[in-house]
């Protein structure tokens, strides 16, 4: 991958990890086949994720004066293909209905409309959503996110490095073209957070007790990232 052959810029600010561990066996049937799931300490993982997208602008152009910002929350879990690992998006949700239209006509990824709002508090920072895209349930998500630590980095081999130091997503693209979207970005200074979540209808699709327990929840203010062109891999 050539580094000067970026084709977007992404600002990710107020971003917060939300992890589950999940037994392989449940997740398997929501995911593609040509993927194996990653695991740590023989576990899956699950991730919801919302954050702020700011100063979004493609490679020689400059930030356009609208639509170059959007909330968005994502679900997504841990794959590899060929033996490299990579993210796996279950859904994404975002206000940004031109964002919707162009992320899954363009790169295949899963984008569903939703109406959303992240405000600060003197606590910390409260989200909300609801799914308004057409043909998909309204799933509703709701919580209240504070910060218990000063910003780290993760150790290299530990949970936390490996949950978040991903820098590659994977996308099927109709029944079996297999596509890696290369991300670039420096390593995460993460601070450990509380999450109290009052409504989570994203995972609807897994057991409830599965998020019975408290998430391992960290929260990050800003990192900027460069997207590469998708490569077609199988």
Excluded: C
């Amino acid at each position: 991958m050539d580094r000067n052959h970026w084709i977007m810029h992404q600002e990710w600010n107020d971003l917060v990890f939300m992890h589950w561990p999940v037994p392989a066996e449940v997740l398997r049937p929501f995911i593609p086949p040509a993927f194996a799931i990653d695991k740590y300490d023989n576990s899956a993982w699950i991730a919801i994720v919302p954050f702020r997208m700011q100063n979004i602008r493609f490679r020689t152009l400059p930030s356009l004066p609208f639509g170059n910002q959007l909330l968005e929350l994502n679900v997504r879990t841990y794959v590899t293909f060929n033996g490299e690992p990579g993210v796996y998006f279950i859904t994404l949700d975002t206000n940004h209905p031109l964002g919707v239209f162009l992320a899954r006509k363009l790169f295949g990824l899963p984008y569903v409309h939703a109406k959303m709002r992240m405000d600060q508090t003197e606590a910390g920072y409260q989200f909300t959503s609801r799914r308004i895209h057409k043909g998909y349930p309204a799933s509703h998500f709701h919580a209240n996110f504070h910060t218990v630590s000063e910003p780290i980095h993760a150790q290299p081999g530990s949970l936390l490095y490996w949950l978040t130091e991903r820098y590659a997503l994977w996308v099927v693209r109709g029944r079996s073209k297999i596509y890696k979207g290369p991300i670039l970005h420096k390593n995460w200074r993460l601070q450990k957070a509380e999450a109290d979540i009052h409504m989570n209808q994203l995972a609807d699709f897994l057991p409830p007790s599965l998020f019975a327990t408290k998430p391992i929840t960290y929260f990050s203010k800003s990192l900027h990232t460069r997207i590469f062109p998708f490569e077609r891999k199988g």
